[in-house]
C-alpha cells in the first residue's frame, strides 16, 4: 500500500466513523474544588469515578470496596451502581458487582469522535505490515500515556497493552516524548507532584537524569524505553504534532528485547515510524 492510498483509507475511515494497569486506589478523588459551581453535576462525577474504579478488577469489586477506592459514602456507591445496573452498564452476584459490556459504548464514542485515534488507526496497521511488531498511538492525560489506538502483531508479548491502557509517563518511550512538549514550568511541576517508582531494575528514578533525558528527546525527536516499564519490553517512539505545531500524541513500536536490539530499533524501525507519524501529521493539517 502507497502512501497516498493510506492517507486516503484514514480518511475512508474517519467518514466511516463518523457516527488499565494502574491501581484503582488512585482513582479516589476529592470533588470540593468544584464545590458551589453551578455547572457541576456532582451525581455525574459520581457515577463516572465508580466506572473508572473497576478498571483491572475483573474479579468484580463489592460496594465496600467501591466506596474505599472512591472515597465516596456507601450510600451514594449504592446508588450509584443500581442505578448503572437499572441502565445495563452493569450486573450484581452476590453483592459482587462487574461492569456490562455496555460500558464500552462510552469508550467507543469517544474513539468515532476522536480524529485523532481514527486517522491513526490504518497507518499504524501499514506500520506492523512492514516491522511485524506492534505499533501504538498515546496522549497525554494527567501524569499518565493513554494509548488511544493500537495494532497488534501475531507475537506474545508479556506486557498486556489495550486501547485504554494507560502507565507512567516518565518510564515509557511515548510518555517521555508527550512530556518533552511540555514548557520548562509545566515539566517541573510534573516532577514535583509525581513519585518516581522503580518498576524494573531499568527504570530510571533520579529526576534530574530525566529531566535530561527529556531535553535530550527535544533534540533527538524520539525516545527510547529499554525495559523500564518491564523486563523484556522494548520500544521506540515519535511524536505526532497537530497543525499548531504541538505535540498531540506520541506514536511507537514496541518489541521483545531478546529479539531486537536497541541499535536495531534506532536504525530499522526509527525511520519507518518517523514516516508514518508524518503521514498522520499531513492528516491532521
Known sequence: MSPDDLMAASRTTLKSHGTRVADSESHAEDFSPFAGNPNFLLSLARGLKVIEVFEGHTEGLSAAEVSRRTGLSRAAVRRVLLTLELLGYAKSDRRIYRLNSRVMRLGFSYLSSSSLATLAQPILEHVIEL????????????????????????????????????????????????????????????????????????TIVDKGALTDLIARVRIDGFALNNEELELGHRSIAVAVKDRRGRIAAGMNIGVHAARVSAADMTKRLLPILREHSQMLEQLLS
Open 131 to 202: 516491522v511485524h511488531e506492534s505499533s501504538s498511538l498515546g496522549v497525554l492525560e494527567g501524569d499518565e500515556v493513554v494509548y488511544v489506538a493500537r495494532a497488534t502483531a501475531k507475537r506474545v508479548m508479556s506486557i498486556r497493552l489495550s486501547v485504554g491502557s494507560r502507565f507512567p509517563a516518565y518510564c515509557t518511550s511515548m510518555g517521555r516524548v508527550l512530556l518533552s512538549g511540555l514548557t520548562e514550568e509545566e515539566l517541573t511541576a510534573y516532577f514535583n507532584r509525581i513519585q518516581l517508582k522503580r518498576l524494573t531494575p531499568n
